[in-house]
DNA sequence: CATGAATGAGAGTTCATTCAT
DNA sequence: GATGAATGAACTCTCATTCAT
């Protein structure tokens, strides 16, 4: 019993390994860096090993997504501590503009990049991220309950923010933000997340 | 004295062919899926025939960014047209967005893909975003000029509602729209951006 | 007639242009830079064009070979002036390792690459070389007549000396030489070829 | 235990049949001729194959090189015996053409071939081949020391006995020494480098 | 469990050559 | 006489994947 937990607990270790320097290398070289012979190198052990572990590179790629997703979670946690719904809802944007600029990277992989999305394997992560933005939704309607708002649609609140800050961290993470010189870029980003949050409070 | 011209035309005519082939690739298997071989057996050419058309394939890569723009600039025109800013300003937006949605391919092409962007080749494609982006940002400069905002900072304005129209095609370009039921996601893109235009007047 | 000369001396004119291109390419870009479409590139005709005047790329090849083979001909012209022999036979010597020198391309085409010698199409240059060659045996030969060598083997002093010669243009012309730092080069091959002289006269 | 010397084993020789073969077809076409295609499809196997035993073409180049220039080391060694250092110098000269003549084609990789020479790549082979020229001249010097030439310029004599043994060779291995007819050509040879011996006992 | 050898497909490119016009 | 379009074969090299050991 022991021994089968042991085993196991080496497998997930080794899992963890070979995600780690996918991670690394992606965020390094970007998505074409990643190969599994690369990988392999990387955890000093050959190609055909990672095949023992991930049937093939699109597993890889979607435990990745989901460990992106789980860090972008955790990034929002401070967030989610805030009692007052406005104040929430602010910080989750803050932090949410904040992960996309930090890891552009783990962004680019969760909400950018194209990938077999229709396919049922990336189930984990698919509900990870539905369970997220749940919550960002929910904290719309606690706006709304609380009269931070007029409007009651809460759906559409919700995705026009969020359509203003995927927009804004793509455009950071696919690099068409050079349309702006470098040394106003973040002031802009800032001044414009100020005004979505100053025009929401219209709302 | 025809026949120069004929040939011109010929010419100009494969040139095009292959520039059509290489965005149906586009389209169908993403940047990945365009090969010199792939576009090569799409018109039914050999590899090497591609090479007398187009440099290499970055050369076809910049035609077709070029074209995308060329495009989406002519779908902007009628917006253009109209004289109160105001006006003008919704229409654009309207128009990006539904640029976007209808030609999913060409707007990943200018907005999302990866690319050398820092390629000085592309320079015509560069020239026409900029000028289409000066425009707009013309366009709402000429709003405050009219006391249609409060806001006098034109350069934050215009950054805030690109990033939500960014965001928001992007977000169908890339397929993450699939959060939400296909058959509310049309409505969703219209609400949010009567929502959007609604908040830019209280500036 | 008169139309006939004309279009044989056209045609004529045409070989030279693309022998001239070819050994332009062969100078700067060595064999490798010496392409069909290179030549026609350079002479601006299409790559067709030159197969009307060539039959195949190995044609140009012999051609070449036969224009360098001139050119030292005419090089070691000079020598052939000198009355006496051993004058003659030094002048020779130094001529020939002077064309190597200042043409290494040239040389390289007549005595270094590796080319299909066999082929009877390289008759006119083959036919060249023999005659400069009995030239210089021949002139070891008046040496031996005038009592300079008491040695009577006319052709094992050509060949030696030749064999001298060949191996120091030859060390130079593939870059063996390397293995003497750059400053003493030129020193060492004029040593030797003063040794080499200085070696024969006790023959 | 064993299998790892096994295994060790196969790879080597795996090496060496691609070697071999890169060899074989080397001296079949030149080097042209040789190809990563060719020489997969020679020893069956693979173009990729050829790629888990050598990093590149270039590699397999300097291992050839390398393996050329050991084998003409040995080639050398009996002389290296001689403790005369004008019978050891003799039987050098001997050995070098006698290896040439013999293996015209490791020659032609050693000392004739344009190749990425300046690359650092193939230091192995330029050290021994460093190696050897000090013994020559090494031998050179005792000679002198030992009065059996009253010319004290070792540098030079040695570079002249060079020239002309490489010049000798060269001629062979690219095939000029069809300038005279084959059944004169040994004895030409044997000739030749019995004159410059006798001649360089008078420097 | 892990390896290392091997493959087949595919990438971008270049070339000598042909041929209808 | 000249062109320009086209080809097919060749090039080096990388990759995901498989499988006997």
Redesign the pocket.
């Known amino acids: 019993m022991g021994i089968t937990q042991r085993?196991e607990r080496e497998?997930e270790e080794?899992r963890q390994r070979i995600l780690d320097a996918a991670l690394h290398l992606f965020r390094e070289k970007g998505y074409e860096g990643?190969?599994?012979?690369?990988i392999a190198e990387a955890i000093e052990?050959?190609?055909?090993?990672?095949?023992?572990y991930y049937k093939?590179?699109?597993e890889i790629f979607y435990a990745l997504q989901y460990e992106a997703a789980a860090l972008k979670r955790d990034h929002l946690l401070s967030a989610a501590l805030l009692e007052n719904p406005w104040e929430r809802l602010q910080a989750i944007g803050r932090q949410y503009i904040d992960f996309g600029l930090k890891h552009p990277d783990l962004y680019d992989l969760l909400f950018i990049i194209r990938s077999p999305m229709e396919s049922i394997e990336n189930q984990d992560c698919w509900i990870l991220g539905q369970a997220t933005h749940a919550f960002f939704v929910e904290t719309v309607q606690a706006c709304i309950d609380h009269r931070y708002f007029k409007s009651t649609d809460a759906d559409t609140i919700a995705f026009t923010l969020w359509c203003h800050a995927h927009g804004l961290v793509s455009m950071f993470v696919r690099e068409r933000i050079r349309m702006y010189p470098e040394e106003r870029r973040e002031q802009l980003a800032r001044d414009s997340f100020e005004m979505i949050i100053k025009m929401a409070a219209t709302l």
């Open positions: 085993k497998k080794m990643v190969s599994i012979r690369n052990y050959s190609p055909g090993t990672i095949y023992l093939d590179k699109s």
